[in-house]
C-alpha cells in the first residue's frame, strides 16, 4: 500500500520541504517558488502548497533562504540595554520604520561590553542583515574605531549597512548611515540657561570624557561657562552611570561633601530623577534653594515633581530617519545628519535661592 503523505513526516522532527511538496503534490522547485514569492504559480498550486505548509506546520530555514538571496528583509537593532527609556524610544522609531519598509526588527544587547558589541555585528553580517543600527554612545578608542570602520566597510562591500544612531562618525571616508543629535549644543544651551537665572556653580552629574554623548555634553557644559568667563571646577563635575540609583548617591554625596552649589545638570532624566529624590528626603527644595535639570525629555520627565527643565531629544525620529535613510540609499555610500536638540522649561530649575550646602 503506497505511503500517505501524512506518513511521509518524520515524527517529533520539522516538516522538509520534500515533504511538503509530496503533500501538496507538486514538485520542491514548486514549494520553493511559492516560499520565495519571486517567481509566478498558478493560484491554484499556491493554495494547494500554502495548505500543505499549514498542515505541516514547516517552518523556513532562514539562514538557507539567505544564502540564495541578497539580504535577510531583517534590520538588527543594537543597544546596551533595552530597559532605559532612551534606547526604548529610539527603538520603537526603529521598528516603526522598519516596519513600515516591510523589515523585520531584531533586537540585540551588548551589555556595555565593546567586544560583544563588535561580535553581534559580525553576526548579524553573517545573517545578511541589510541594517545594523547601533545606538548610544561608545568609548571610541583608536582600536574599536578601526575595526568599527573595518566592518562598516565589509557591510557596505555585501549589501548591508552601519548605522550609527546617536554617536558620531567613524571617519570621512567610512561607508556608514549616521543620525546624531547635537549633544554639544543642547548641553550649552540648557547650561546657559541655568547661567541666566543667576547659577554659577552648577554640578554635572554623569559625566564621562572617554564616553562620546557625555563628553560632547561637557564640552557644552565648559562651553557655555567660559562664555561667562567662570573657571568649570573639577569637584562639580561627578562621574557615573545612567541610573536613577546613581543620581540618588551622587546627591547625597554632594550634599554631605558640603559642596558648594545651587543648581545640578543631571547628563540624563534618570539621573535627575535620583537627584530629585536625594534632595527631597534631605529637606531641600526644589526649585526654590536648588535647580536641577535634566537631558533626553524621556515621558517620566512630564511624572517627576516637580516637573522636569530638560533638553529634548527627537528619540523615535533618531530610529525613523536612521532606519530610512539606510534602506533608501542608492548613489549616497555616505550618509550623515545632525538633528537639532532645545530646552524644555517646565517647574525643575528656577533663580538661586538663599539656600547653600
Known amino acids: 500500500m503506497p505511503k500517505r503523505a501524512s506518513d511521509l513526516t518524520r515524527e517529533g522532527k520539522p516538516a522538509r520541504i520534500k515533504e511538503v511538496a509530496a503533500r501538496a503534490g ?194 557644552g557644559y565648559r562651553r557655555a561657562l567660559a562664555s561667562r568667563g567662570l573657571p568649570c571646577d573639577p569637584a562639580l563635575l561627578v562621574p557615573g552611570v545612567f541610573t536613577r540609583e546613581f543620581g540618588y548617591e551622587a546627591t547625597r554625596e554632594l550634599l554631605a561633601s558640603k559642596a558648594d552649589f545651587t543648581a545640578i545638570f543631571a547628563v540624563t532624566d534618570m539621573i535627575a530623577a535620583g537627584a530629585l529624590k536625594a534632595l527631597r528626603k534631605a529637606g531641600v527644595r526644589v526649585p526654590e534653594d536648588v535647580s536641577v535639570v535634566g537631558y533626553d525629555d524621556i515621558p517620566l520627565a512630564l511624572d517627576l515633581c516637580p516637573e522636569l527643565t530638560t533638553v529634548h531629544v527627537p528619540h523615535e525620529e533618531l530610529g525613523r530617519t536612521a532606519i530610512r535613510l539606510a534602506l533608501n540609499r542608492a548613489g549616497n555610500p555616505v550618509q550623515r545628519l545632525r538633528m537639532g536638540t532645545h530646552v524644555v522649561v517646565r517647574e525643575s530649575a528656577g533663580p538661586v535661592g538663599s539656600w547653600r550646602a
Open 26 to 219: 507538486v514538485s520542491t522547485a514548486t514549494v520553493s517558488r511559492v516560499l520565495g514569492g519571486t517567481y509566478p504559480v498558478a493560484a491554484a498550486t499556491r493554495i494547494r502548497v500554502q495548505r500543505a505548509l499549514r498542515e505541516l506546520d514547516y517552518v523556513v530555514n532562514a539562514s538557507a533562504r539567505a544564502l540564495g538571496t541578497a539580504n535577510s528583509n531583517t534590520v538588527a537593532f543594537i543597544v546596551n540595554d533595552i530597559i532605559g527609556p532612551f534606547f526604548a524610544h529610539i527603538a520603537h522609531g526603529v521598528e516603526q520604520q522598519a516596519t513600515a519598509e516591510g523589515r523585520l526588527c531584531l533586537v540585540c544587547t551588548t551589555h556595555n561590553d565593546p567586544a560583544r558589541e563588535l561580535a553581534v555585528i559580525n553576526l548579524m553580517r553573517e545573517r545578511k542583515a541589510e541594517a545594523v543600527v547601533v545606538v548610544g554612545g561608545a568609548v571610541q578608542t583608536p582600536e574599536y574605531v578601526q575595526r568599527m570602520a573595518k566592518l562598516a566597510r565589509s557591510l557596505d562591500a555585501e549589501g548591508s549597512r552601519l548605522v550609527l544612531c546617536g554617536r558620531p562618525s567613524l571617519g570621512p571616508d567610512v561607508p556608514e548611515t549616521v543620525v546624531e543629535y547635537d549633544n554639544e549644543g543642547g548641553a550649552f544651551a540648557m547650561t546657559n540657561y541655568l547661567l541666566s537665572l543667576g547659577h554659577e556653580r552648577i554640578a554635572m552629574l554623569g559625566f564621562d570624557a572617554k564616553a562620546t554623548t557625555t563628553a560632547e555634553r561637557g564640552v
